[in-house]
């Protein structure tokens, strides 16, 4: 038993070591207006970048303003090569914190890896997950989504900055050793599954193991690779986004 404890605590300390490469980083503070789709950036739509300001902070962010009825807002991104396993960041402030907009919620989803410029995470059959949060102050709802089920539901401060952490283990065998954000202490994310942290708290009921993702998606090893920010066609959504960051982590 000592030496299985021993063994253990060796290959999380080992793998805490082992540098991460950073396959997406985009901060927005190097153009104002439109975004330009180059590189990981794909597909934009209804996203501009602006001056930040409030809880968001001053420097620049990409304000999501999807306020067409006809067509979706859309922030994708895609990793040049896919990973067995990510973790994501980035920061999202609801801009219209007192709305009550019905049925407005900004998406952040993943799905298999496409290099395209066509639109790739337009509906729950295409996401391997995502994190939903309303629009509308009454609700508040965040939700976490594996196709198009609601996998778990809380609320959260649509006034406030939320920062979120995602670590993705696209493997279907192997367990994924990553350190959670409230703690330091180490923990151990399934195969083929995904857990949510934001403001380092985890997302309503989940554990620290993950939720298994949409296996129609996500089936296979090192097949992840789209991720980004979208919207429902039919009403307003308006966020804040800021500091994208997507690095590779090993298993």
Same mark, same amino acid.
């Given at each position: 038993m #000592?030496?299985s404890?021993l /063994?253990v605590f060796?290959f999380?300390?080992?793998a805490?070591?082992?540098?991460a490469e950073?396959?997406?980083?985009?901060?927005?503070?190097? *153009?104002m207006g439109r975004?330009?789709v180059?590189g990981s950036?794909?597909?934009?739509?209804?996203? &501009? !970048?602006e +001056?930040?300001?409030?809880?968001i %902070? @001053?420097?620049? +962010?990409a304000h999501?303003l999807d306020?067409?009825t006809?067509e979706?807002?859309?922030?994708e991104?895609?990793v040049?090569d896919p990973? @067995?396993a990510?973790?994501?960041?980035?920061d999202?402030?609801?801009n219209?914190?007192a709305?009550?907009l019905?049925n407005? &919620?900004l998406?952040?989803?993943?799905g298999? $890896?496409? =290099? %395209?410029?066509?639109?790739v995470?337009?509906?729950?059959a295409k996401? +391997?997950f995502s994190? *939903?949060? *309303?629009?509308a102050a009454s609700?508040? @709802?965040l939700s976490?989504?594996?196709? /198009?089920a609601?996998a778990? #539901?809380s609320s959260?401060?649509? @006034?406030a900055?939320?920062q979120v952490k995602i670590w993705v283990? =696209?493997?279907d #065998? #192997? *367990?994924?050793?990553?350190? &959670?954000?409230?703690n330091?202490?180490?923990?151990?994310?399934?195969?083929?599954?995904?857990v949510?942290?934001?403001?380092? !708290?985890?997302?309503?009921?989940?554990?620290d193991?993950g939720?298994v993702?949409?296996?129609?998606?996500?089936a296979?090893d090192k097949?992840?690779g &789209?991720?980004?920010f979208?919207s429902?066609? /039919?009403? /307003?959504?308006?966020?804040?986004i800021d500091n994208? $960051?997507?690095?590779?982590?090993?298993q």
């Amino acid at each position: 038993m #000592k030496k299985s404890i021993l /063994t253990v605590f060796c290959f999380v300390c080992f793998a805490g070591l082992l540098p991460a490469e950073t396959l997406i980083s985009q901060t927005f503070d190097d *153009e104002m207006g439109r975004i330009s789709v180059s590189g990981s950036l794909k597909r934009a739509n209804f996203v &501009r !970048v602006e +001056a930040g300001s409030g809880a968001i %902070g @001053a420097d620049p +962010a990409a304000h999501f303003l999807d306020d067409s009825t006809t067509e979706s807002g859309v922030l994708e991104y895609c990793v040049s090569d896919p990973a @067995a396993a990510y973790l994501i960041s980035f920061d999202v402030l609801n801009n219209q914190p007192a709305s009550e907009l019905e049925n407005a &919620r900004l998406i952040f989803s993943t799905g298999q $890896h496409f =290099d %395209g410029k066509s639109f790739v995470l337009s509906g729950g059959a295409k996401r +391997a997950f995502s994190v *939903e949060f *309303e629009q509308a102050a009454s609700s508040k @709802a965040l939700s976490i989504r594996i196709g /198009t089920a609601t996998a778990k #539901k809380s609320s959260y401060d649509t @006034a406030a900055l939320q920062q979120v952490k995602i670590w993705v283990n =696209d493997n279907d #065998k #192997k *367990e994924l050793s990553y350190i &959670r954000p409230d703690n330091q202490q180490a923990a151990l994310l399934g195969p083929d599954s995904v857990v949510v942290w934001i403001n380092d !708290v985890l997302v309503v009921d989940q554990k620290d193991s993950g939720i298994v993702m949409q296996s129609s998606i996500s089936a296979g090893d090192k097949v992840l690779g &789209r991720l980004g920010f979208s919207s429902t066609t /039919t009403s /307003t959504v308006d966020f804040l986004i800021d500091n994208v $960051h997507v690095e590779s982590v090993s298993q």
